[in-house]
């Protein structure tokens, strides 16, 4: 794989690779001196068109703790305000030697663009585009779920038998397109649970369960019991019209409180990609509840991030041996 646009650029036993390779990392995260040598001499070119927290920082402390070299480009406070194209500032970005390009972009389909237009030779990885896809984010929610229901010690495991409820403003999110592609993939039964207005139309297509009835399913009356859920933000910045009543009816139908907690299965996780909107899709209780895995989830998102960036780049330089042997030989003592 050159590079990581989508979650459907990886099949099952890419996406159980990355997950292995990414323990491996994290292994070596609990060490007192977490920088690995093997990335040294490679760029790392950050390129944040909207804005980020979790994913920006994360893939820096991925780069770095890999030793490579890390220049980090927002559009705001950049030459892109005065009215630079994408083109440019990638040919400008090229000119400075990025062996790989992280973009996130408010476009839909602008990181396909980077890798197929020529402008960049680098490996180009998705950090979310537009409504599209979001597939480190993910891999990380896959990296977390398999730790949590198959056991810390899952090499090769996939998430089969698993299932998973993603709940929410369906309809902008780049996390539930992502996540339903790659929980297929990794064997997992999705339902998706949303007002009909924030479910997408085609979404009868896609590989998982609707519904809009989130008591029935968190209680196990429509899919079977769950074994996590993930909410979603209500993006507010993508809306250009009223997609529910109000916001007190939203969380009323929608939002997870501590009542609906208590209808889920006792080992069951409680997920969000981050921001949250507090009292909105999550209460406060459920947010901060010991099944919630969201501060977990951004420790996760480093090692995987370290994962991707090494398997890409890796397979750009072409070693005569596998990842996992260069992995042996490089990271584990
Ligand atoms: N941070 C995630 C994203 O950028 C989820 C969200 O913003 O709601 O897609
Ligand atoms: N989950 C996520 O992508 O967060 P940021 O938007 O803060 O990067």
Known sequence: MRHLLSAADLDRAGAVEVLDVAARMAATQQREIK???????????????????????????AAKRLSADVINFTARGSSVSKGESLKDTALTLEAMGADAVVVRHSASGAPHRLATAGWIRGAVINAGDGTHEHPTQALLD???LRRHLVG????GADLAGQTVAIVGDVLHSR??????????TLGARVVLVAPPTLLPVGVGRWPCATSYDLDGVLAGDVAGPLDAVMMLRVQ????????????REYSRRYGLDARRLRLLPPHAIVMHPGPMNRGLEISAEAADSPRSTIVEQVSNGVAVRMAVLFLLLSAASGPASGPATEIAKEIVP
Not at 236 to 247: I, T
């Open 35 to 61: 920088k690995l040598p093997t990335l040294r001499g490679r760029t790392v070119v950050n390129l944040f068109f909207e804005d980020s927290t979790r994913t920006r920082i994360s893939f820096e402390a």
């Open 142 to 144: 896959a990296f977390t």
């Open 152 to 155: 810390e010690d899952a090499s």
């Open 175 to 184: 996390v539930a397109r992502s996540n339903v592609l790659l929980l297929h």
């Open 236 to 247: 507010g910045e993508r809306m250009n019209a009223a997609y529910f009543p109000s916001r």
